[in-house]
């Protein structure tokens, strides 16, 4: 039996994890992490084998219809697909078969001998489809949804054959486990970290009291998805009742109507240059909060203002991992400008009341939405697991 440090594991995505910008990132740390915390990781190639020709003819599609017709292609012909990641299998005796966002790549998939499959995702196609987070933001091919039924078939036939999975947040959880079937010991939590690096702890500034100023942020690459129109109605509010407020916008650019003196924005800000990089994180250092009312499946951008000990203020929605009152706030469906200014003038009438929160939301970061804490619990199960098996 191997221990944790022996573990050879075989990592299979669509999209290989040496590509950082898929999955906002996430690919890439969850392979980075499994390697640093359990044991050798290998890479599995995830082309179509002798059917290459048509994924890669999917490839020159315009990127709003590859994106679906990708996956629910892949899933059509998988038994000839699989036949590719199966001979892969056979060249090495591993312990672990992990999956990552890729349900389809263990559709009828034959393993060559007994090995533990593990899978994680922040959403499956039926729970995000039939959420409020997939239904904000539709469907490109209308009649795409007659293939549903089929869909919804596989991924029970799959997730319910599956050993182990890990999901980042207690709503998709919740979810699989009534769709699919799911008991606890197949089915747990544990939250994904932060797409950054994380802050030493000189970086931080924990003790950031708000002053003349209240200065919000938001990250994120569109504004009317990430809820800006929201928050810049916030930052009028604020105005209005005669708080001097700023808000910064990272990552894109609000139309024009949406715009005010009181608004810095960047339209980019490029994590491998060190300058840009270092104006980034002293936003999320020096900002009292971070304002992002938006419907996600999960949120890097929440666990990353935790890395600096940022609260965040978001709507409960989805998969956001904001803990009420430790990390932040997250306040109903339909809650109103109105109701995120209220909240942060809580804070601004009590001083230790929003220190205890930045300091709570550091805490809570470090135990929870850290890649080491996830690398750490994930392979404890990943070898409980196989203790169990053998």
């Not at 300058?275 to 304002?291: A, D, I, M, P």
């Amino acid at each position: 039996m191997p221990n944790e440090r022996q573990l050879k594991i075989a990592y299979l995505c669509e999209t290989s994890p040496l590509v950082t910008w898929a999955h906002s990132g996430g690919n890439t740390r969850i392979y980075n992490t499994l390697k640093q915390h359990a044991g050798d990781v290998t890479i599995i190639d995830s082309g179509w084998g002798g059917l290459d020709f048509l994924r890669k003819a999917v490839e020159c599609l315009p990127l709003s219809i590859k994106m679906r017709l990708r996956f629910r292609l892949h899933l059509f012909l998988s038994r000839f697909i699989s036949r590719h990641v199966s001979k892969q299998l056979k060249k090495e005796k591993y312990d672990v078969l992990f999956c990552s966002y890729s349900f389809f790549c263990l559709a009828n998939l034959k393993l060559p001998y007994p090995l533990l499959t593990v899978f994680t995702s922040d959403a499956t196609y039926t729970a995000y489809k039939n959420s409020k987070v997939g239904q904000a933001f539709g469907s490109y091919f209308s009649l795409s949804r007659l293939l549903d039924p089929i869909i919804l078939k596989a991924e029970k036939k799959v997730y319910g054959a599956t050993d182990l999975m890990l999901w980042p947040s207690k709503w998709i959880k919740d979810s699989a486990d009534k769709l699919y079937s799911l008991n606890d010991e197949q089915s747990r939590l544990v939250h994904w970290g932060a797409n950054i690096n994380p802050p030493k702890p000189e970086e931080l500034m924990l003790d950031n009291p708000i002053g003349d100023e209240v200065r919000l942020l938001l990250v994120g690459r569109d504004w009317f998805p990430k809820g800006g129109p929201v928050v810049y109605e916030v930052l009028k509010e604020l105005i209005k009742r005669g708080v001097n407020a700023h808000l910064t916008v990272v990552g894109c650019v609000p139309p024009d109507f949406h715009t005010h003196e009181k608004m810095t924005i960047h339209p980019q800000l490029d994590k491998n240059d060190p300058e840009q990089y270092k104006t980034f994180t002293s936003l999320y250092k020096t900002s009292h909060f971070f304002v992002m009312p938006s419907y996600e499946a999960y949120g890097f951008a929440f666990c990353e203002a935790g890395a600096y000990g940022l609260p965040a203020l978001c709507l409960q929605v989805g998969g956001v991992p904001v803990t009420d009152g430790v990390n932040g706030h997250a306040l109903a469906d339909g809650a109103q400008p109105s109701d995120f200014v209220e909240k942060i003038m809580d804070y601004m009438d009590s001083a230790d009341k929003y220190k205890n929160l930045r300091t709570s939301t550091r805490r809570y970061y470090e135990e929870h939405l850290h890649w080491d804490a996830w690398g750490q619990k994930a392979t404890e199960l990943i070898t409980s697991k196989l203790v169990t098996a053998s």
